[in-house]
């Protein structure tokens, strides 16, 4: 599924790949080029941030199924962020499904 059928889903707003140093691979959206170059930095920084974390728990808890991290989101007042794999999507609040975003980009993300 191309980035641009992500942006089909409702509440998706943007929707980037990036490389592990957080450079942009492909971008679609409503977005500015210096807007969407934040969220892929972000989006990296997070996932890297996301990851040791979820290392941790998994050691710590001694729980299975935590590490490799799949995903994240962070939820804001007016729009949320979501990633899975190199992938990362802005999504407005109240429009859309959370679930249905992140299975798609879960889909894309191994594509």
């Keep these: 599924m191309p980035l641009k059928k992500l942006l089909v889903l409702d509440g998706v707003v943007a929707v980037c790949r990036f490389q592990d140093d957080g450079s942009i691979m492909d971008a679609a959206g409503m977005l500015p080029a210096d807007m969407m ?28 199924g935590w590490a490799p991290s799949q995903g994240w989101v962070v939820h804001g007042s007016q729009v949320s962020v979501c990633s ?17 975003i992140m299975s798609a980009l879960a889909e894309v993300a191994h594509d």
């Design 84 to 100: 899975m794999g190199n992938l990362v999507c802005m999504v407005q609040n109240g429009q859309g499904s959370l679930n249905e």
């Design 37 to 64: 170059e934040r969220l892929a930095k972000f989006a990296q920084w997070y996932r890297r941030m996301v990851s040791g974390n979820t290392d941790l728990f998994s050691l710590f808890s001694q729980m299975r």
